[in-house]
């Protein structure tokens, strides 16, 4: 289990506070799918994932970004627990959807990146260490039920 | 994954706007990575200071960009370009090659904080491809 300091919890919720899940959720999903683009294998039913243009465009990867940060969301209030709190969602990726769990690392980057580009020098390198210490965490619980 | 047209444009293109801010962004990338990824302060030893905003990560970190700045002028042989430098990783600071994708993210992340608006996904995604290269021309000549 994953310790956290009092200065990291404080550090990890001060930045999500400044996440606006309807704004970064669209713009974190789209980043991942231009820029690794073979993870679009799991998005069949998404429709035109073709272009760039199109990315930016789709309604179903926008709704699909605000599911995923809801779902972070859940990881922010339950630092202590992140292994119990994903056992399902990690099921599902694994059995059911069939994810390589590389990909939740690439996505764990798009978000610190996404949201560099949102809060630019106010994400202080110790918040960058920290912030990156929680997403981290989160992938290794997401990981958990590979096996 | 190797550079298109396209790729070779977008990268110069965005270096241009880049250019008067690389020693800072180098910097802050490196400060960056140190504190966020603790296992590569091991090749830095014999630096008195590795804390973000020290005189000598701020120097590294502008030296560093000004070899990007380089690669990116020889964006079309890069393996040619970067072939002493890559002696000098291999042979002199052996450092491990899995180390350039963690400094890329930082560098990535820092134009992405200096530069915002500029840095769409489509950006990012040949600076990825990018930076990606500049690792393997790198690491060329390691074995």
């Known amino acids: 289990m994953v310790k956290w300091t009092e200065l990291e919890r404080s550090t990890v919720k001060a930045i999500w506070e400044k996440v606006d899940i309807d704004e970064i959720g669209p713009q974190i999903w789209a980043r991942v799918l231009i820029v690794y683009p073979w993870t679009e294998r799991y998005f069949g039913s998404f429709g035109d994932l073709f272009t760039i243009t199109a990315i930016l465009k789709n309604d179903k990867v926008a709704a699909h970004g605000k599911v995923v940060l809801k779902a972070l969301d859940k990881a922010v209030n339950n630092m202590d627990n992140m292994k119990r709190t994903y056992a399902d969602l990690s099921q599902l990726h694994f059995q059911k959807l069939e994810v390589d769990p590389d990909s939740f690392?690439?996505?764990?980057?798009?978000i610190t990146i996404t949201i560099a580009c949102k809060l630019k020098s106010a994400l202080s390198p110790q918040s960058q260490a920290i912030w990156q210490k929680f997403l981290y965490a989160v992938v290794d619980a997401m990981s958990s039920q590979y096996r | 994954m190797s550079l298109s047209g396209k790729d070779k444009a977008v990268v110069k293109n965005f270096w241009g706007k880049v250019a008067p801010k690389a020693a800072e962004i180098g910097g802050e990338a490196l400060g960056r990575m140190l504190t966020s990824y603790?296992?590569?302060?091991?090749?830095f030893s014999h630096w008195a200071d590795l804390s973000p905003g020290s005189a000598q990560v701020k120097k590294h970190g502008a030296t560093i960009m000004a070899?990007?700045?380089?690669?990116?002028?020889?964006?079309?042989?890069?393996?040619g370009g970067l072939s002493t430098l890559s002696e000098l990783h291999a042979f002199?600071?052996?450092?491990?090659?899995?180390?350039?994708?963690?400094?890329?993210?930082?560098?990535?992340?820092c134009m992405a904080m200096f530069f915002p608006g500029d840095f769409t996904p489509e950006v990012h995604l040949s600076v990825d491809k990018f930076l990606q290269n500049v690792a393997l021309a790198l690491s060329e000549k390691y074995r």
Do not use: E, M, W
Not at chain 1, 105 to 110: P, Q
Not at chain 2, 38 to 43: E, F, H, I, R, S
Not at chain 2, 71 to 79: H, N
Not at chain 2, 96 to 107: G, K, Q
């Open chain 2, 38 to 43: 603790p296992q590569t302060k091991t090749y």
């Open chain 2, 92 to 109: 002199k600071l052996r450092v491990d090659p899995a180390n350039f994708r963690i400094l890329a993210h930082n560098l990535i992340l």
């Open chain 1, 105 to 110: 690392r690439l996505l764990a980057d798009c």
């Open chain 2, 67 to 79: 070899a990007v700045g380089d690669a990116v002028s020889k964006i079309d042989d890069l393996t």
